[in-house]
């Protein structure tokens, strides 16, 4: 009993340990949106508290243990089998170094276009998809000291300035502004940084420039992006992160007009120490 109690104390330990590390490497930004800090700070310690005190108990003289030995082979093995359980991810998290999402996450995620309808109009499957590229059902983007982007002032800013600059900031917000209303950015100079991502279909002048949204955690990150094209696409291939600037046009695809920017020129950037943008549910 004693042995099971510190073993038990030891693993509650190695994940508050665990969420310790994550905090101090800054590691925990690839995991959860800011927001969730204050529920880890508080499952933190209290994994920590509960780990000292099942290992205290574990040194406790005066606990009484049945010692009749019956199924004892039988409940080691399962002991075992829930123990391995537990201690593997603690395990995990200290061996293996984090990992940003990518492409290949965000094709597995269902981000395909699908085909057309019929009349024309896209089909379900789509829709969500330019849903969650366009980020055209976002109602508000949280700033970084806790503030929301006024999107009415944010969209007077955008038409007046002479380049639209999308920063992690306004990130979602600027998106929306100009899908919804493309035609009065038609032909202003843009600027936007994202990782490559292409469809199967995609040739290798089109891609899109994209980020990982999330709202909680890496669990519900979604898409958000926007079309570019241009000679400068050819050799710059998926995942790479890059900075573009170029000049909002329209383009077909699929029976859809969408905007697009027309490259003027792209360089190839570090990844950025924060490399998603976070949504606020609240």
């Known amino acids: 009993m004693s042995g099971n109690l510190f073993l038990r104390g030891v693993i509650l330990l190695g994940f508050a340990l665990l969420m310790f590390k994550f905090i101090v490497t800054g590691q925990i930004q690839q995991l959860i949106a800011p927001k969730m800090l204050p529920f880890l700070y508080f499952a933190m310690i209290t994994?920590?508290?509960?780990?000292?005190?099942?290992?205290?108990?574990?040194?406790?003289?005066?606990?009484?243990?049945?010692?009749?030995g019956h199924h004892k082979s039988n409940a080691r093995f399962q002991s075992f089998v829930v123990y391995v359980i537990f201690v593997?991810?603690?395990?995990?998290?200290?061996?293996?170094?984090?990992?940003?999402?990518?492409?290949?996450?965000?094709?597995?995620?269902?981000?395909?276009?699908?085909?057309?309808a019929g009349s024309g109009t896209a089909s379900d499957n789509e829709e969500e998809f330019f849903s969650q590229l366009f980020g055209n059902q976002i109602e508000e983007v949280p700033m970084e000291k806790g503030e929301k982007v006024d999107k009415n002032q944010l969209g007077k800013a955008l038409l007046a300035a002479d380049k639209v600059v999308f920063t992690r900031e306004n990130y979602l917000a600027a998106l929306e502004i100009v899908h919804n209303n493309a035609e009065n950015f038609i032909g202003k100079e843009v600027e936007l940084t994202g990782f490559v991502y292409r469809e199967p279909d995609f040739a290798k002048e089109k891609a899109v420039i994209a980020r990982f949204g999330i709202s909680c955690c890496v669990a519900d990150a979604s898409v958000y992006g926007m079309l570019v094209s241009g000679k400068h696409l050819k050799s710059i291939v998926n995942d790479e992160?890059?900075?573009?600037?170029?000049?909002?046009?329209?383009?077909?695809?699929?029976?859809?007009?969408?905007?697009?920017?027309?490259?003027?020129?792209i360089n190839k950037i570090q990844q950025p120490n924060e490399p998603y943008i976070y949504e606020d549910l609240l």
């Open 47 to 68: 994994l920590f508290m509960l780990s000292i005190i099942q290992i205290w108990r574990s040194d406790n003289k005066h606990m009484v243990c049945c010692g009749c």
């Open 241 to 265: 992160w890059v900075k573009v600037i170029g000049v909002i046009k329209q383009t077909n695809y699929k029976g859809n007009v969408f905007p697009c920017i027309e490259i003027k020129e």
């Open 88 to 116: 593997f991810p603690v395990l995990a998290g200290f061996t293996f170094s984090n990992h940003v999402l990518d492409s290949s996450v965000a094709a597995k995620r269902g981000i395909q276009l699908g085909g057309m």
